[in-house]
């Protein structure tokens, strides 16, 4: 009778069963996001790790070459040795070099370039971070001294090829081009439809969730400012500035963070 008992006291009944699952799954309902967003928030820290040693190898360059900025990219180079690395080539051969390239020897990685949101990509220019066109121009950079307020002004960011020209006539802020020039989340903004306003490069896979994104991360992108430091700012507020320069007419009197003269 007494070990009948012991083992009636000692049993779940089917309620307190069913109470223990149900405050177990509001547990996980209410920690699982929370768990989410410390990875994404680890995921923006990351990024903006990598932005901020690309800002400082983009500093050092500058100091050793008469405060001008890198070029974003050119062709059949002189004055510069890249890494000894196909990785870095296109399928177009050893002769375009680009920016990541340039400044290699202060940054001496590769994976700096590579967002961990961003798109898989086989060659580090055409991976993750662009820059601003208007400053890294395609023959020489602007010098630092031409910036009107450099803290305040883009220099490179998240975005889907290796650079972001807007002020020649076809805004690639806000819609991509053949070789998907992008910022990440402006899709909404823009209404490019996620085919492409390329058909020959149409946004798909990994790009066009990256561009139909609410920016890489959050609602936002990582950038880095003309004198090195780096912020995340809203995918919106990157786009209100694109808006204002393209307005302006992409002059040096239009007033925007994309506009190195004006700011």
């Not at 008992?5 to 547990?27: D, P, S, W, Y």
């Not at 002189?78 to 070099?97: A, L, M």
């Not at 020649?168 to 909404?188: A, E, L, M, N, R």
Request: aromatic share 14%; hydrophobic share 35%.
């Amino acid at each position: 009778m007494k070990q009948n008992l012991l083992r009636t006291r000692k049993a779940f009944t089917l309620i307190e069963l069913l109470v223990v699952i149900a405050i177990i799954a509001i547990l996980a309902a209410i920690l699982f996001p929370v768990f989410a967003r410390a990875r994404e928030n680890a995921r923006r820290a990351s990024c903006m790790s990598n932005l901020k040693q690309i800002g400082l190898g983009l500093m050092m360059y500058t100091q050793d070459y008469d405060e001008h900025y890198p070029s974003r990219g050119y062709t059949t180079p002189t004055d510069q040795i890249p890494p000894d690395n196909q990785v870095w080539y296109s399928s177009g051969g050893t002769n375009s070099w680009f920016w990541q390239q340039i400044i290699y020897p202060y940054t001496k990685s590769e994976q700096l370039y590579r967002c961990p949101n961003g798109v898989p990509s086989t060659y580090p220019y055409s991976g993750n971070y662009g820059t601003n066109g208007v400053i890294m121009q395609s023959s020489l950079g602007l010098s630092m001294a031409a910036l009107e307020s450099p803290s305040t002004t883009y220099l490179a960011m998240d975005s889907g090829m290796y650079y972001m020209e807007i002020n020649s006539g076809t805004d690639f802020v806000t819609s991509p081009s053949g070789w998907f020039w992008y910022i990440p989340g402006t899709q909404k903004y823009s209404g490019c439809p996620l085919t492409g306003c390329n058909s020959t490069y149409p946004m798909t896979g990994d790009t066009g969730a990256d561009f139909d994104s609410d920016g890489r991360h959050f609602d936002g992108n990582n950038v880095i400012f003309g004198d090195g430091h780096v912020k995340w700012v809203k995918t919106a507020a990157i786009w209100d500035e694109a808006q204002k320069y393209k307005a302006g007419g992409y002059t040096n009197s239009a007033a925007s963070a994309w506009n190195p003269y004006k700011n």
